[in-house]
């Protein structure tokens, strides 16, 4: 019962996502892009980690989405496996045409444009921001999360830019999805509110049955109290400047995991 | 080139007969002010290094400090601090990232993973069209830092920019990197004795070579000239982090195989000079020579010279000396399991050499002795005469400050408010990963210090910050002393205690006696500090590893101020404990620690005074000692909310950015109540150093001060209103905090 978090060459958030898995009681390992498939049977579960794999070339998470292992991961996913891209993790599930799944005729239904503001283009952010998540009990992963939810959550990218080749389908679709808010929940297109350019503030998304999602913010960066900052204009931090806080907010979604896998296998 | 014509002819009497031109370019290399510290060595050795806590003290790639013991493991932290500041000038983005990453490179040959950089960036301030290149500079070394940073998966956990127009054609970018390493498993940086039962070979891995860097450190240990603009851009080097990253990975699953098998080997980088000088550093310190063969490194370009493949300056390399038995296994981690040959063309691992106990550098090359030296002449001593011109320096205010005519106080305020040396550097750091390995507890910006959790299941903390100042010009021992005492100050600010120091001593020709004389004075103004403002009974707080860059001048031969920049970390017994600069609460009283002065000399309100002494803010260390032993009193009896340091830009910038936050988004307002100063100016604008605490408990506080004979006052108290309003003895000045957010995020995007 175990989850393989896939390290490409080039990844660099695989321990702490590890780490994650670990604290929620899930056993995890790290396993390397070019093992045997035959290693990769027996996992449960597949998490695709932060990182640049690949130097990014071509485009962030092309050379990966390209690997004998996304095939695999692929069938997986299809067969009801939980899958997890965290960031470079889900530009390589964007570039793998794994997600989004609204029209199975497209082979390629989205892609991660560099950062822009309403004007021009602002490079690499490093910062915290707010989502809200819709449908939340559409997937496995986001089941234990209110839809009224603000939840501070950190984003490190330079291309995390959602562009979506019909937006129609993803306007009306129902599965989940993660969308950036202000503090109060308020969603407007304006930046730093969205802070990438995202259309229909995009952070993340779901497959239709819910045992695949992709997000570009950290998750793994929210598990514990001490991640959440203190200047927040938010309860959580409020709680942790009164030393009340015991969790981060994303610790949760681990959890939600954990159990879908204990449930299921 | 820069070997002189001296040291040409000292060389041939050594040998006794011409260098070849490899041993052409060892020298060049190995007898650079960059690798021999031929001006600095006799100042440097007056710098305290040595107390208990050490580990590994200088002389090595990094120095070690212990850190905390955990489940029986002594944890420790690995410090290298550097400087890329002439390649940052010349080509700012592959200049900057190869300074973090020859940084880096330091800690990991320790055996120790990198938890954090952290950089101090000296900026040229912009003047019309004279020198429009200032900004690209700007732009370009921010962005080489997180292209390598962020790649790597090193968060960048704070540091500081600073703008001067002395830095205008000659930036700073200093970058120190901080490891975790287990006691047991740290690795040195030479041929470990077992070499003498078993034969050693060297294995040389990462980017194959080419010709990049050729002539870098000889480069750097020269005042930048124009009319080579060219040759000087071919000694920049080029940087993978991509790459880095996978070795780094590589690394830890051969220090994993060798911890296994028990096996002991020597473990360098390579830097400056190459292969050449990390080969024979390995090999000479453990007392041993060695023999290489140049025809088995991996070169990008069949044309190479064999000059150029031993002494380029190629990124992302390491060499390592590994029992004979063993490298098979090695070359296989790298080039088997990492696959790292289909990765990069002809990246990878492979045997270059042996390890002899002939006390000889040999270096063969397409059948022919390129290079055959005595490991004695390569480790001479050189070392330069340099003389020191003194001059008087007032250290005594004597003269009551006075403002220019028409000028208004609040106009003073709003000029701090609207400059670049004060306002949010979120638009540098929103750059830079800060939290990627997920251990982050204090963010950069919130306080003065980053606190990261840095040992899993355990609740210790490390505080880092990263220091400099501007007073070199007036104070040069002032400029060292004040450093050390700030970035102290910073640690003690979030509730940690401090640990160890290194320096990065940034400054000009050091054969002019007069920079000579300020490099001196810096050096003085660190050692005084570092063993005055220690805890310890008897111990300094050590400097554990430190860098020297020297010839950073303007065109017209003007040097940098005097730039000492330190680097400090310290440790929290319990990260619940730490407090951040921002004011969150209605209610709370302000008070200020530490008495002010009237020393404006090179502060930011010089500029605006017609009479003035011409003193720098000194350090006055038993004060010091005592203000920040009271502050961890306090964090020790929880009587803080918040913490804030001053230090630039005086009383006035700690009170503003303790109501705006990190943000710039204020949760109260503030009335200031300084009817009762009678110095106004020193009241709002000294640079002294001293805190800004806010405390629910004034009397407690207080009792304190008294008991310790702390000169403290109580300043004013945190209101609803969305406010910031001063009452001095003759006026009272109010802004709207909204106002007073926009100006402080106007660089921000």
């Known amino acids: 019962m175990s989850v393989a978090v896939i390290q490409f060459p080039g990844s660099n958030c695989e321990y702490e996502t590890l780490h994650s898995l670990n604290v929620v009681g899930l056993s995890a390992d790290i396993v390397p892009w070019n093992s045997d498939h035959l290693d990769l049977s027996t996992y449960k579960g597949f998490v695709l980690p932060g990182g640049f794999s690949f130097q990014d070339r071509v485009r962030a998470g092309v050379v990966s989405s390209k690997l004998p292992i996304l095939g695999f991961i692929k069938e997986r996913a299809l067969d009801g496996y939980p899958v997890l891209g965290i960031c470079n993790g889900c530009q390589i599930l964007a570039e793998s045409g794994i997600l989004p799944d609204y029209n199975p005729d497209i082979s390629m239904g989205m892609g991660l444009a560099p950062n822009m503001n309403e004007q021009s283009y602002h490079g690499f952010v490093c910062d915290w921001v707010y989502v809200k998540i819709k449908n939340p009990q559409g997937s496995l992963f986001t089941r234990y999360f209110n839809d009224t939810d603000v939840i501070p959550i950190q984003i490190n990218h330079g291309e995390g830019n959602f562009k979506f080749f019909n937006k129609e389908l993803v306007q009306t679709s129902t599965s989940t999805q993660l969308i950036y808010s202000d503090e109060i929940g308020d969603v407007s297109f304006s930046y730093p509110t969205n802070p990438n350019g995202s259309e229909f503030n995009m952070a993340g998304l779901c497959n239709q049955s819910g045992n695949v999602l992709a997000m570009m913010p950290h998750p793994e960066r929210g598990m514990f109290w001490y991640h959440i900052p203190r200047y927040l204009n938010h309860d959580l931090s409020s709680q942790r400047r009164k030393g009340v806080l015991t969790d981060g907010p994303w610790k949760k979604m681990f959890e939600s995991l954990r159990d879908y896998i204990q449930e299921t296998y | 080139m820069a070997l002189s014509d001296n040291d040409l002819k000292q060389i041939k009497e050594i040998l006794k007969r011409d260098p070849s031109p490899v041993e052409y370019y060892i020298f060049d290399a190995m007898w650079s ?161 077992q070499a003498e039962s078993e034969p050693y070979k060297i294995i040389l891995f990462g980017k194959p070579t080419d010709s990049t860097g050729f002539g870098g450190a000889s480069f750097s240990s020269d005042t930048l000239d124009e009319d080579n603009k060219e040759t000087n851009v071919g000694a920049v080097q080029v940087h993978d982090p991509f790459l880095k990253r996978v070795f780094v990975e590589a690394i830890k699953a051969c220090l994993t195989y060798l911890e296994e098998e028990s096996i002991e080997i020597g473990f360098k980088d390579l830097g400056a000079g190459g292969i050449a000088c990390a080969t024979s550093e390995l090999a000479v310190s453990g007392g041993f020579g060695v023999a290489l063969d140049l025809d088995k490194v991996l070169i990008s370009d069949p044309r190479l010279k064999p000059e150029v493949i031993a002494c380029s300056e190629t990124q992302e390399r390491f060499a390592m000396a590994v029992p004979a038995t063993h490298t098979q296994a090695i070359l296989d981690i790298f080039n088997k399991q990492f696959q790292i040959p289909d990765l ?240 969150f609460n209605e209610n709370v009283t302000l008070v200020r620690i530490g008495k002010r002065y009237e020393e404006f000399a090179q502060t930011q309100l010089e500029p605006y005074l017609s009479e003035y002494s011409n003193v720098a803010p000194q350090v006055r260390f038993d004060q010091e000692k005592k203000q920040n032993k009271l502050v961890l009193d306090l964090y020790k009896d929880n009587l803080l909310e918040s913490c804030h340091d001053i230090s630039m830009g005086g009383l006035w910038v700690s009170v503003v950015e303790m109501i705006l936050g990190e943000r710039g988004k204020p949760f109260v307002g503030l009335e200031l109540d300084l009817s009762k100063s009678t110095h106004i100016l020193a009241e709002l604008f000294s640079e002294n150093g001293g805190y800004v605490i806010a405390t629910y408990n004034i009397d407690a506080v207080k009792q304190r001060c008294e008991q310790q004979q702390i000169d403290n006052d109580v300043i004013g108290n945190t209101i609803s209103n969305k406010q910031l309003r001063v009452k001095t003895a003759t006026e009272t000045m109010q802004w709207d905090l909204d106002d007073m957010s926009r100006q402080w995020n106007q660089f921000n995007p």
């Open chain 2, 344 to 583: 990069h063309p002809q990246a990878g691992a492979s045997c270059i050499g042996v390890v002899t106990k002939e006390k000889t550098y040999k270096i063969n090359y397409q059948s022919n002795i390129v290079c055959d030296l005595d490991v004695a002449t390569i480790t001479t001593q050189v070392h330069a005469d340099r003389y020191s011109q003194p001059r008087i320096i007032e250290k005594e205010a004597t003269i009551n400050a006075e403002l220019n005519k028409n000028i208004l106080l609040e106009d003073i305020c709003n000029t701090y408010l609207n400059s670049k040396l004060n306002a949010s550097k979120r638009y540098v750091y929103r750059f830079f990963d800060n939290a990627v390995k997920g251990n982050t507890v204090i963010y950069p910006g919130e306080a003065d210090a980053v606190v990261i959790k840095p040992i899993p299941d355990s609740k210790t903390g490390l505080a880092v910050s990263m220091d400099s100042n501007l007073y070199g010009n007036t104070d040069p021992y002032t400029a060292g002393a004040y450093a050390v005492s700030e970035s102290i100050r910073n640690i003690i600010s979030v509730g940690a205690t401090p640990l160890a120091l290194t320096d990065c001593l940034n400054y000009g020709n050091p054969e002019k006696p007069t920079v000579f004389f300020d490099f001196e004075q810096g050096v003085d103004g660190i050692r005084d500090a570092a063993n005055q403002l220690s805890f310890h009974k008897s111990d300094p707080i050590p400097i554990i590893s430190g860098n020297v860059s020297f010839y950073n001048e303007s065109k017209q031969g003007n040097a940098v101020v005097p730039s000492p920049v330190i680097c400090a970390v310290g440790k929290i017994d319990d990260i619940a404990m730490a407090k951040t600069s921002q004011v």
């Open chain 2, 33 to 193: 002010e960059h690798c021999s510290y031929k001006s600095s060595k006799p100042i440097l050795k007056r710098l305290p290094t040595k107390a208990e806590s050490v580990a590994l003290g200088i002389g090595e790639d990094s120095g070690i400090v212990r850190f905390h013991n955990h489940d029986g493991e002594s944890y420790c932290i690995a410090i290298s601090h550097e400087s890329h500041n002439h390649p940052s000038q010349i080509l700012p983005i592959e200049g900057a990232a190869t300074g973090v990453g020859g940084c880096v490179r330091d800690v990991y040959c320790m055996g120790a993973d990198v938890i954090g950089v952290l950089n101090s960036l000296h900026f040229g301030v912009k003047n019309g069209s004279d020198n429009f290149f200032v900004e690209e500079i700007e732009e370009k070394v921010i962005q080489g830092i997180a292209d390598y940073g962020n790649p790597l998966g090193v968060p960048v956990l704070g540091g500081e920019t600073l703008y001067h127009s002395s830095y205008n054609d000659n930036c700073l970018v200093n970058v120190a990197a901080l490891g975790l390493i287990k006691e047991k498993n740290i690795i040195h940086s030479y041929v470990p004795k």
